[in-house]
């Protein structure tokens, strides 16, 4: 067992999140009883650190953590890096025109930025007034919104007369039809001549889909010039943008759950379980959904296209009446699942509540338990499914109206007394 545990260390160490569990584990290994030891064994554990835990202990840490690393890690970092380029149109009204290297424009001037590297060592733009020096593109355009966070804006500033001046970055979006959309701006005061790595953390927005992202390097105060360049990955003068993309997610939230009730046979529209629906940015459309049914009853317990959906926007919350609105066609359970497919429900980032009704089979069974939550939905984003089962429907022993002489009969193997 050992062995294999240590296989698969060593094969854990080559995924890009390893440095982070292996630093978190090294910690835990030096602190873990810490105030038990001597000084001798401390000096002794973070001599050791790592080594000295089993795998057997790695592991069970690793998937106790995993999934909150994993969670993190959805959105991620990425550096773009400033690049001349020419007669690319990025869209209406927008043309790339740095026509190579060492050109030094003089103007404005509108450019790509991409994720491959540096194409030109040095560069400058130099502008006898205070302005824009350049706009930087990402060339290809986001499938879904997302949401974009500024990291760092690294670039060479000078001004003409070596004195310090203002400085700029904007990061923005420009639609396919030209329009510009700013996410936010950054001044930073620079020396006379200098590197800068800007924190641009402040800038935050969301990128629609369809769109792409710009980066502005703008002088606000003296003659400025900016200087950009470097080999690969490597920058020399920089024009490097580093973000944060966090790819749209839609959420099943666990809704307000709705009263726990006796349900008799042949009684319909039965609220089991609640949930919401909503997106993180953008929208996003359900198309399928399905239902699991949990408790001690079964599919025969629920009648036939008898597990529906319903928007819970009626005049009572959290319960069925007539006001809420249907949403699809209702199904049936088989086994312990009901399908529902073909939807066209749209989600925004409004969170909604819906609810899962049944209706009871006229053949249930009295004393079975009947609760459902919904455990997968079709959509485009990223889903996290938050539902839960909530409120227990209890099959009751009758249902209806009895008539009858007074006496005693027995009804679905209950004695019940007429009076």
Request: proline fraction near 3%; charged fraction near 10%.
């Amino acid at each position: 067992m050992e062995n294999r545990l240590t296989k698969y260390m060593k094969r854990m160490t080559t995924q890009p999140w390893a440095g982070i569990i292996l630093s978190t584990v090294a910690a835990i290994a030096r602190h873990a009883d810490w105030a038990g030891r001597s000084e001798a064994q401390r000096k002794a554990v973070n001599d050791v650190g790592l080594r000295k835990l089993s795998p057997t202990c790695v592991l069970l840490i690793t998937l106790i953590l995993l999934p909150l690393w994993l969670s993190a890690a959805q959105a991620a970092n990425v550096t773009y890096y400033w690049n001349t380029n020419t007669g690319t149109s990025v869209a209406t009204g927008v043309t790339t025109g740095w026509s190579g290297c060492l050109v030094k424009p003089s103007t404005t001037t509108i450019t790509l930025m991409t994720t491959t590297g540096y194409n030109c060592s040095d560069d400058e733009v130099n502008l006898a007034a205070p302005g824009i020096f350049w706009e930087a593109y990402n060339n290809t355009a986001y499938a879904s919104s997302t949401t974009v966070t500024g990291v760092t804006f690294k670039v060479q500033v000078e001004s003409s007369n070596y004195s310090s001046n203002t400085f700029r970055t904007t990061l923005f979006y420009v639609t396919a039809g030209g329009t510009k959309t700013s996410l936010g701006s950054v001044n930073f005061t620079t020396p006379a001549k200098a590197v800068q790595t800007i924190n641009i953390s402040t800038i935050s927005g969301t990128v629609p889909a369809g769109a792409k992202l710009g980066v502005r390097a703008e002088g606000i105060s003296n003659n400025t010039r900016v200087r950009s360049g470097g080999t690969g990955t490597t920058g020399a003068f920089f024009g490097e943008l580093a973000v944060n993309e966090a790819p749209p997610t839609t959420t099943i939230g666990d809704g307000t759950t709705p009263a726990s009730r006796n349900v008799g046979r042949s009684t319909t529209n039965r609220a089991v379980d609640a949930f919401t629906l909503s997106t993180s940015s953008g929208t996003d459309t359900v198309t399928g959904l399905t239902v699991t049914l949990s408790g001690t009853g079964a599919a025969a317990d629920i009648a036939a296209s008898g597990v529906k959906i319903w928007k819970d926007n009626g005049t009572v919350p959290n319960e069925w009446d007539t006001g809420d609105t249907q949403i699809g066609s209702g199904v049936s359970m088989s086994g312990t699942t009901a399908t529902f497919s073909g939807l066209t429900e749209g989600i925004t980032t409004t969170s909604v509540q819906y609810l899962i009704t049944y209706d009871i089979s006229s053949a249930a069974t009295p004393g079975n338990t009947l609760l459902g939550r919904v455990s997968a939905v079709t959509v485009t984003n990223t889903l996290t499914n938050n539902d839960t089962t909530d409120n227990t429907l209890t099959v009751a022993a009758v249902s209806g109206t009895v008539y009858s002489d007074e006496g005693t009969t027995v009804l679905a193997g209950v004695s019940v007394k007429i009076v």
